[in-house]
Each structure stands twice: as C-alpha cells, then as structure tokens.
C-alpha cells in the first residue's frame, strides 16, 4: 500500500487512569476505516503518542493492525528520543505486519547534518523490507530536516519511501517533492495546507481534522484528485474554519469534546501532563460547533 490521501493522525481514547480504551479505540477505527479515509498514523502528535509509554504504544499500534485488517496503511510514529528505542519500535511494527513506520527527527537535542543522516540511515537499515517514512516537524522537534539530506537519504537508503512534513513552509515541502523523485511520497500534515500542497505534488495529509471530520476531509483529497479546484478551494476553506473551533482550549481536548458531539463515544480524558477542557471552554466550543455552517457536516451542501 502506498501512502496516499487522507491518513487519519489517530486519537489515542484514554480511560480516567491514562491507559488504552480498547473498546472505543477499535470504535473509532472501524468509524475512520468505513468512512472512506485512506490510512491510519496512530502514535503521533495528535495521538499523544510521546507521552504514552513505550508499551503502550505498541498496544495501540497492534489494536489498529488488528482492527484494520490490511483493509488500509497503517503507519505508525516510532519515535523516542534515542536511536535504539527508535529501532525497537520500528522493529515491533514489521513484526506485527505494518505497512510503513514513520520517525521525527530527534527531540529535545539538536542534530546536525551528518547526525540526522545517520539517525535516518540506522532506522531504515534496521528495518530494511518496512517502508520509512521520515517526519519533519521543527515546532516538535529540535532539528528541521534540510531538503538536500532528505535528497541524499532517498537517493541512497532504498526503504525510505517519503517525508511527513509538518513545518508549514510549502516552499520546503515543494523542495521536498522535487528531490525526492518519482515514487518519493511527500505527505502534508497541515489540515490548512491540503489544497496547496497536493498543487505542487503533493500526496495527501496525515489529518487531525479527520478524526471528526472524515467526510470534509475526504471530500477535499476527491475534489483535487478530480480536479475541481474551485470546489477544492472552497472545501480547504471549510476546513481552515473548522481548525479554528478545534483549537480552543488545552491543546489536543477540543478535538475530543467534538467528537463527542458529533455523537461518538469518546472518552475525554488527556494523558498527563496533558489537560481537559473547562467548563467555560467546554460552552465555548459547543457555541462555536453549532455556528459552523451546514456543509462542514455534509459536504455535498457546498454549491
């Protein structure tokens, strides 16, 4: 499988003591498979997926392969902040039969040139026949990816198939494409550049905004992969509108609060440090939900 389209950047249920909701987490995948998207990125930002605990991180990861059913990618973030917990990771996911793994350049200490190139080159030579996808998020991290390393490593190392690219630079990410070659997937993670970013070559996004909203989402990915650049356009606004009601309050809990209302049972608790929302931010975004216009729910309503 490739990685294309809409790939879901997986919510991670929590029960009130911080571990796996298993139920709701295999809910939620079903939801998400049968909703059209195209791929599932458990483990990462928006699955809280680094303040989960190493094992717990294999949990979820195996509950998707298990719930999916090589029905789309699965692919998870398996970072850590050293190269052989890294491995570990990207090792446990080509046992259990993933379809790629993803890794963030390190965290916390910054890395040069030649450290990144062999931090990359380790991973993707311990997991050999595992597609790599790099993960470029300098807000995250402490080291951006340069666009002529990531040149070099898919020129040299063969398992590295593409670049997640979260840094909201699509000059960057248009570098990307271009050094990275034909078959050289270079994914957005940005909800608010999809439309832009698929224009220069790109391949799709690993989407928060698709945990509530698949249909929007995937809609978008439709009306550009059709061509229909005004409906896209249109669409993209949709969801740049929608970005703003899903960040208010604690980073992370809007989203959960507004799964719940669009019906789903999705527990709210955060993995600490992590919070929940107030009772007054809980009334702003029920406020700001029920201002959003009608097409964000049906797609088929944009004219």
């Known amino acids: 499988m490739k990685a294309h389209g809409i790939i879901v950047a997986l919510h991670t249920p929590l029960t009130a003591s911080g571990e796996i909701h298993e139920e709701a987490l295999r809910d939620h995948l079903e939801w998400m498979v049968q909703s059209g998207i195209h791929g599932i990125f458990p483990c990462g930002t928006m699955g809280e997926g680094i303040a989960l605990s190493d094992a717990q991180r294999r949990r979820v990861a195996e509950i998707c392969v298990e719930q999916v059913r090589g029905r789309i990618l699965v692919m998870p973030q398996v970072t850590t902040n050293n190269t052989a917990g890294c491995i570990a990771l990207a090792r446990h996911a080509r046992e ?3 379809g790629a793994v993803s890794v963030i350049a390190p965290y ?8 990144l190139d062999a931090f990359f080159g380790e ?3 311990s997991v050999r026949d595992v597609p790599v996808f790099l993960y470029n998020n300098p807000g995250r991290s402490a080291s951006d990816i340069p666009s002529s390393l990531v040149g070099k490593l898919a020129t040299k190392t063969k398992n590295i198939a593409g670049i997640k690219d979260s840094s909201k630079d699509l000059i960057l990410f248009q570098e990307y494409v271009e050094v990275g070659g034909e078959g050289f997937a ?3 993670g940005t909800d608010g550049l999809v439309f832009p970013a698929m224009m220069v070559g790109g391949a799709g996004v690993v989407s928060a905004v698709a945990n509530p909203f698949s249909e929007l989402m995937v809609a978008l990915y439709d009306a550009v992969i059709a061509k229909q650049y005004e409906r896209a356009r249109k669409l993209q606004l949709l969801v740049n509108q929608l970005q703003v009601v899903l960040k208010i309050g604690p980073y992370l809990a809007g989203y959960k609060e507004i799964m719940r209302l669009r019906g ?3 527990p709210l608790a955060m993995k600490a440090p992590l919070r929940g929302l107030t009772e007054k931010e809980t009334a702003e975004i029920h406020a700001a939900f029920e201002s959003l216009p009608k097409a964000v729910f049906d797609p088929s309503r944009l004219k």
């Open 186 to 188: 270079c994914i957005v």
């Open 123 to 125: 991973i993707a030579a």
């Open 108 to 115: 916390f200490y910054p890395s040069d040139g030649p450290a």
């Open 96 to 98: 259990k039969g993933f």
């Open 264 to 266: 789903r049972q999705f």
